[in-house]
């Protein structure tokens, strides 16, 4: 069973740019779909990136542009770089594992193992 720990969150000013870190094991990182989905105060977990076993890449509109989802094999890790990051960014971030039959999914409730996650704060 694969394992997620994420980490790379923090506080960082309106602009700024965070890399956070998946780490996997129990599985490789290249042998399923890895998530990335965001959880601020008050709502519902929301999807934000997506990693299929190929390497295709699905982004929620909002961050569009500003992120970037992938992986490296050898370090069994998978990683989202936030650029020009907004108040809006604010939430806990998680990554999780997807192993259906599609490339992958925007629906947390088609994910399996979830990391921990790490807190996001963008504030001045």
Known sequence: QVRLVESGGGLVQPGGSLRLSCAASGLSVSNFAMGWFRQAAGNEREFVAVISRLGSTDYADSVKGRFTISRDNAKNTG??????????????YYCAEYRGPSRFSRRPV????WGQGTRVTISS
């Open 110 to 113: 088609d994910y399996g193992a």
């Open 79 to 92: 990683f989202l770089q936030m650029n020009s990051l907004h108040h809006e960014d604010t939430a806990v």
